[in-house]
């Protein structure tokens, strides 16, 4: 007899990250999805290390605490940063150029904050990968930017799209983390707060 994955409580994804529901999904969880909309404003003193776990829980006071204690909602945030500065969500195709030739051949940091929010309490955490680019040329730079429109992500790549394949040197820490979840993490966090069990 093969031991079985219980789900106790109720879960709600609170992104529109197609890459996160189907990391979500990989971990053979059922989830329903509910995206409410947020101004993602953080201190202007706050570290650029702290802002995804600060955005994460921000997002999660947009949830109605009526629900239940059977729900878990999550809510996560990812930022790049590159020498101590965030770089966010590029405005353009220009703007795209630049931030991943600034990454060409430098390591930089990817955090994602992850908050579970119940009916009483929450429970935050926040992972930390490295990643280190070989050189991108201008041209491989273009060739990604016209072929995949990374203008969705941040730092202006997606690690398991084509220039990650590619040009990616070295990776330290959790790979689904730079994809915008870190499964080990929420994994863990969710066994310890009996949502799921064996």
Not at 31 to 47: A, C, H, N, T, W
Not at 89 to 115: F, Q, R, W, Y
Not at 187 to 197: A, G, P, Q
Request: glycine letters at 6%; one cysteine or more; charged letters at 30%.
């Amino acid at each position: 007899m093969y031991d079985t994955m219980i789900q106790q409580k109720k879960i709600i994804l609170a992104s529109q990250s197609p890459r996160r529901q189907e990391l979500l999904k990989q971990l053979g969880i059922e989830f329903e999805i509910q995206v409410l909309g947020i101004d993602e404003k953080y201190p202007s003193d706050l570290s650029p290390y702290d802002v995804p776990e600060y955005l994460a829980k921000l997002k999660s006071e947009e949830f109605n605490a009526k629900k239940d204690e059977e729900t878990c909602i999550i809510t996560s945030d990812t930022v790049v940063i590159y020498e101590g500065k965030i770089l966010g969500k590029p405005e353009n195709e220009k703007d795209a150029l630049n931030m991943i030739l600034k990454l060409s051949n430098k390591k930089h940091d990817v955090v994602t904050g992850v908050c579970l929010k119940f009916e009483n309490r929450k429970k935050s955490f926040s992972t930390i990968s490295k990643v280190e680019f070989e050189t991108i040329s201008q041209s491989e730079a273009r060739y990604y930017i016209n072929t995949f429109n990374p203008l969705d992500k941040a730092g202006s790549y997606g690690i398991q799209e084509w220039i990650g394949q590619a040009r990616i040197k070295k990776i330290e820490g959790c790979y689904y983390n730079i994809m915008g979840l870190p499964l080990n993490a929420l994994y863990n966090n969710l066994i310890e707060e009996k949502v799921l069990t064996f």
